[in-house]
């Protein structure tokens, strides 16, 4: 790193701008740090982002389309072709490096469809066939040349920790030189994205229909594992192997977060970059290495998707559940007392329980006394004293789940061919979740509506509602 | 004493050849082949901590401590695919570059914490360094072998009845599940065992390339698995050679590169299966026809029911 | 009809209110199947209807929501090595290397238990159910070397080896040629002549009487099952095949959403 420094020393010297050089000057000393290192900070930071920008894109797309693992294998299979132009020219020129890299991309992705088609090998075994055969390649050719600039330890760790200091001049601003690679790869994705944004979304999330309109599957594919290529080469310098990290995670963890693919597109975008900056600085904390904490960072973040993601979270889930069981008891209070109301001599007067028998209605689980208030709040029930009874809403929501009940009984009797006695349990299932709009439907479908199969009446809400 | 060195790592890689050959068949078969990558990128991780946790490089500690990390990856992975809608190949890559991230940030902490202590150097575990094997490893690999084998040759008729039609095995009454762990491990094992030689990221070439290549020249899954051993050991024996012979060259890399030439050689010149045998003899239509004839509507499965990685792109 | 006198038989085959659901969305509704006599059984309904994920669910191949599975009086559990089981063709890799008599003998693997190998008895075995089914002379072939019908004998000659009372088999004329599909019939008559039970998914109506003793009419619930004279009634086919009903699909969606319908 030494001669780097000593020539941004020198292109210091000789007054070359950087550019935001006066506001990380400004944020140093407010934080009272020295400026080079806020500034190195900084850029590091900034490559880091557009790293991650770069990556979670391509990413979105490999994840949509199922073929993550195809970012894995290109990752591993671009050193082959950095290593293939070494060994032909012998040198190490930036410019042919990047051609070879995207032409062992789209070989990988070429090879392993060649592979599972004549050979009747299975998907995953070509992929892994071609892919480890090509990065053992790599790597034999990079030590051979251990002595030149291609450095094994750059391809499987990056040096995102010192892409800040590494400054050189590009059309007369003093940049990270990464930005000579990273800006034209972001210009190149983003391309991509606005002249097919319609057939990528088309391919993506319908590939079958996508060909039927015309769309050809088969170019989109070549043209996305190209960009991918791409990408990968360029951010490689940055991450190194981990590049599959920035692709795959934070586009998985947006697709847990969102169903709409702008959304999911910058959200992924949000996501890896604040991966790398965390990446960054928790490296240099522990002083350890930043590709890899990235990569740890977005499994973090993914894992919180996982837990609090509004729709599909855990976390979300567990409380829907218990929602749902709550309201079940509750209802099945409910429908329970107006049983015994029905059963009881005088069926016009309110039935009168005790807390303790309501709470056996509900089950007598950990749910009932929830369920209990939940009944309670909503003003279904009365309390007098220590006596419980229904209140006027609370009878017309009971003749609702009596009702609903006795109508699936009576629709199965119909359209099932179940004996009598096995109609009880599933209305107990499903009355839970027939609203006024079945109820309707059921009506209307049924011969008749009076009476359920056991020769009880069913219930209507409004007649008796109103009275 | 060089003779006797290289005698140790030829036996090491000779008998870690074989191990994967055998394990692989039923890893390729099944169409799991990633999965041995996805432990061994797994295994990283625990590596450096057991590291971390005893100070010592003695292998057995560090290589407890990447299996059960290896596990603990692999059982992610069905944790992942239980719990949300991510998709299979999402899932492997997810854990997989994960835990190698840990994996990686945790050998480099070391190696800066434990500059001046000799061993800390676990980034060797990555790309592999079969020329320091010692004849305890060999020993373990040893017993690793001989443990594989035996438990192939004991269940090879409930495995074989897995690989080829799970359903049946379980409504046979079999525990397919426990067939299933079984085989994981069997794999995670071999997996780990193979990462002080052929290194975290080439040890899945093993397992699968092998396989691949003995498929072309058998129609029998006994006889397959000989010839998957077989090119496994050669393999091994051949690329340390290389490596003995080229200095500086790394063995792991040698190894997968012999195998794939292996490959190679079987996918060109196998009988029936070869790609010269085909364009001489049997076309596609050929292979098709005696169903054609039958007035069979129902295309050949195999050709369409792999894992969906880019299948449905391919107009 | 499904009281239990004290001195009855218990029933070959009984599923009790099963319901079962993908990712929470019921796609059989409370399904109660009782099988007492031995015979052919033909499974019927559109496509779509959950043919085969009943018999899939039944054999614990599929998880239920609810309900409950016996043989003989019995969870069927226990019972998984006195039932045989054809799945569908589409369900293995055909280029497995495998032949064809390796792959019949795989039904004989239930009665050999753990760590024993088959030997003479299984190996004659698997002989005897290549000629039933006559193929003899394929023996030897790779198992994708097979036609399809050819493939399907394979299937029926492997569940023949299971010598199971109780057959299950899963679309066994799909997609094969007039020949197979003689074969087959003739060989479901002959098992069902020696007593056993078989219950096959179909798809062709046609066929239906000719062949079957009892029928199941399934469209995601049970229309109607028993004898193919009484059941097998036009009635009861357009109840089947007369189009989904539209509240069984409002009702799944709300319960995969845990949410009441409006």
Redesign the interface.
């Given at each position: 790193m030494l001669p780097t420094l000593t020539n941004t020393v020198a292109l210091l010297a000789a007054r070359v701008p950087i550019p935001f050089e006066a506001q990380t000057t400004r944020l140093a000393e407010m934080l009272s740090l020295p400026a080079t290192d806020v500034q190195n900070a900084f850029w590091t930071i900034a490559v880091g982002a557009l790293c991650a920008v770069c990556c979670s894109l391509a990413g979105c797309f490999l994840?949509l389309?199922?073929?993550?693992?195809?970012?894995?294998a290109l990752s591993?299979s671009v050193l082959a072709g950095v290593a293939g132009v070494y060994l032909v020219t012998g040198r190490v020129d930036p410019i042919p490096m990047l051609l070879g890299a995207i032409a062992a991309g789209v070989v990988t992705?070429v090879m392993?469809?060649f592979?599972?088609k004549?050979?009747?090998?299975?998907?995953?075994?070509?992929?892994?066939?071609v892919f480890?055969?090509l990065?053992?390649?790599g790597?034999?050719v990079v030590?051979?040349a251990?002595h030149v600039h291609l450095d094994?330890?750059c391809v499987?760790?990056g040096d995102l920790s010192f892409a800040g200091i590494n400054l050189h001049p590009t059309f007369g601003w003093l940049v990270p030189e990464s930005f000579r690679t990273l800006v034209p790869t972001l210009i190149i994705t983003l391309l991509l994205l606005t002249i097919c944004w319609k057939e990528l979304r088309l391919?993506s999330f319908d590939?079958?229909l996508a060909?039927t309109l015309g769309f050809?599957?088969?170019l989109?594919?070549y043209l996305l594992t190209t960009v991918v290529a791409i990408v990968t080469v360029s951010a490689m310098e940055i991450v190194?192997?981990?590049v599959?990290?920035l692709?795959?995670?934070p586009?998985?963890t947006a697709?847990?977060l969102t169903d709409r693919l702008s959304t999911m597109l910058w959200l992924s975008c949000l996501i890896g970059v604040s991966c790398t900056t965390f990446g960054y600085f928790l490296?240099l904390r522990?002083?350890?290495?930043a590709?890899?904490?990235?990569?740890?960072v977005?499994?973090v973040e993914?894992l919180i998707a996982?837990v609090v993601s509004p729709k599909?979270g855990?976390l979300g889930r567990l409380v829907r559940t218990v929602r749902l069981r709550i309201r079940i008891c509750a209802e099945d209070v409910l429908a329970g007392l107006f049983r015994r109301q029905e059963r009881s001599d005088a069926p016009d007067t309110l039935v009168q329980a005790s807390l303790s028998e309501c709470h056996i209605l509900a089950g007598n689980g950990l749910l009932a006394g929830p369920a209990v208030r939940w009944l309670r709040t909503r003003h279904l029930l009365q309390q007098v004293g220590s006596v419980t009874s229904l209140s006027e809403s609370g009878l017309r929501y009971a003749q609702s789940m009596v009702r609903s009940h006795r109508l699936w009984e009576a629709y199965l009797q119909e359209n099932f061919n179940l004996p009598p006695d096995h109609l009880h349990d599933p209305a107990e299932a499903m009355e839970h979740f027939i609203g006024p709009g079945v109820q309707q439907q059921i009506t209307e479908e049924l011969s008749q509506s009076a009476e359920d199969p056991h020769g009880r009446a069913i219930p209507d809400v409004k007649k008796q509602g109103v009275n | 004493m060089f003779f006797s060195q290289t005698l140790i790592v030829l036996t090491g890689t000779l008998l870690l050849g074989i191990a994967s050959g055998m394990v692989g068949t039923f890893a390729?078969?099944r169409?799991?082949?990633?999965a041995g990558?996805v432990v061994a990128h797994a295994a990283l991780p625990g590596l450096c901590l057991a590291f971390l946790a005893f100070h010592s490089r003695s292998i057995i500690v560090l290589l407890t401590g990447a299996l059960l990390s290896g596990l603990l990856g692999a059982i992610s992975v069905s944790l992942?695919k239980r719990?949300?809608?991510?998709?299979?190949?999402?899932v492997?890559?997810?854990v997989?570059?994960?835990?190698?991230?840990?994996?990686?940030?945790?050998?480099?902490?070391i190696q800066?914490?434990y500059r001046d202590e000799p061993g800390a150097d676990l980034?060797s575990f990555?790309?592999g360094h079969a020329a320091t094997m010692m004849q305890g490893d060999v020993a373990q690999i040893a017993v690793v072998v001989a443990v594989t084998a035996s438990i192939v040759v004991?269940?090879f008729?409930?495995l074989?009845?897995l690989?080829?039609?799970e359903?049946?095995c379980?409504?046979?009454?079999?525990s397919a599940t426990g067939l299933d762990i079984l085989l994981m491990v069997l794999t995670a094992v071999t997996v780990v065992v193979g990462l002080p030689a052929v290194g975290v990221?080439?040890t899945?070439?093993l397992l699968?390339?092998p396989p691949?290549a003995a498929?072309?020249w058998?129609?029998?899954?006994s006889?397959?698995m000989m010839i998957a051993c077989a090119i496994g050991g050669v393999s091994g024996v051949t690329g340390t050679l290389l490596s003995a012979h080229?200095d500086?060259?790394?063995t792991?890399?040698?190894i997968?590169?012999t195998s794939?030439a292996f490959?190679i050689l079987s996918?060109i010149f196998a009988p029936h299966?070869g790609?010269l045998w085909?364009s001489r003899e049997v076309t596609d239509l050929e292979?098709y026809l005696?169903?054609v004839?039958?007035?069979?509507?129902?295309p050949?499965?195999?050709t369409n029911?792999?894992?969906?990685?880019?299948?449905?792109?391919?107009? | 009809m499904t009281s239990s006198d004290e001195n009855e038989k218990p029933a070959i085959f009984d599923i009790h209110d099963m319901t079962v659901a993908y990712d929470r969305r019921p796609v059989l509704w409370n399904i109660d199947l009782t099988l007492r006599n031995a015979g052919l059984v033909a499974i019927v309904g559109p496509n779509g209807a959950g043919k085969s994920t009943m018999i899939?669910a039944a054999?614990?191949?599929v998880p239920m929501v609810s309900g409950s599975v016996s043989a003989w009086g019995s969870a069927i559990?226990g019972q998984?090595?006195r039932?045989g089981?054809v799945?569908q063709?589409?369900?293995?890799?055909?280029?497995?290397?495998?032949?064809v008599f390796?792959?019949v003998l795989?039904g004989t693997?239930?009665s050999?238990g753990?760590?024993r190998?088959?030997g003479r008895v299984q190996r004659d075995l698997t002989m005897q159910c290549l000629e039933r089914v006559g193929m003899q002379d394929y023996a030897k072939r790779?198992i994708?070397?097979?036609?399809?019908?050819q493939q399907q004998r394979v299937f029926l000659a492997?569940a023949l080896a299971?010598q199971a009372e109780l057959y299950f088999m899963d679309e066994p004329m799909?997609?094969?040629?007039?020949?197979?599909e003689r074969v087959v019939f003739e060989l479901l008559q002959s098992l069902s002549d020696e007593g056993r039970t078989i219950v096959v998914v179909h798809h062709d109506l046609r066929t239906v009487t000719e062949y079957f003793d009892e029928v199941v009419l399934l469209n995601v619930r049970i229309v109607a099952s028993g004898p193919v004279d009484t059941t097998f009634t036009s009635a009861n086919l357009q109840a089947t095949y007369g189009g989904r009903l539209s509240i069984l699909d409002t009702m799944a969606e709300a319960v995969q959403k845990q949410e009441e319908t409006e």
């Open positions: 994840v389309r199922r073929i993550s693992l195809l970012g894995d591993h992705a392993t469809q592979i599972h004549t050979a009747l090998v299975p998907e995953d075994s070509s992929i892994g066939i480890t055969s990065f053992a390649f790597v034999v030590s051979h251990s094994l330890d499987l760790f391919t590939p079958t060909v050809s599957a088969g989109m594919h190194g192997l981990l599959v990290a692709l795959i995670v586009a998985a697709r847990l490296a522990w002083n350890s290495s590709a890899g904490l990235t990569a740890v977005a499994g993914l996982i599909h855990l | 390729v078969l169409r799991r082949a990633l990558d992942l719990f949300t809608r991510l998709r299979d190949d999402a492997q890559g997810i997989l570059s994960v835990f190698y991230g840990g994996g990686i940030a945790l050998t480099r902490s800066n914490h980034e990555i790309i004991l269940l008729k409930e074989k009845l690989s080829f039609d359903q049946f379980q409504v046979q009454g079999w990221v080439l899945a070439a699968i390339i691949a498929r072309f058998t129609d029998r899954l006889i397959m080229f500086g060259l790394p792991g890399p040698l997968v590169l794939t490959f996918w299966r790609l085909k292979m005696p169903w004839e039958a007035g069979d509507d129902v050949h499965p195999s029911s792999g894992p969906p990685i880019a299948t449905q792109e391919v107009p | 899939r054999m614990g191949l559990d998984l090595r039932i089981y799945p063709r589409g369900s293995v890799d055909w280029d497995f290397p495998i032949s390796e792959t795989m693997y239930g050999l753990w760590f190998r088959p790779q994708g070397q097979l036609s399809g019908g492997r299971q799909a997609g094969v040629d007039a020949a197979t």
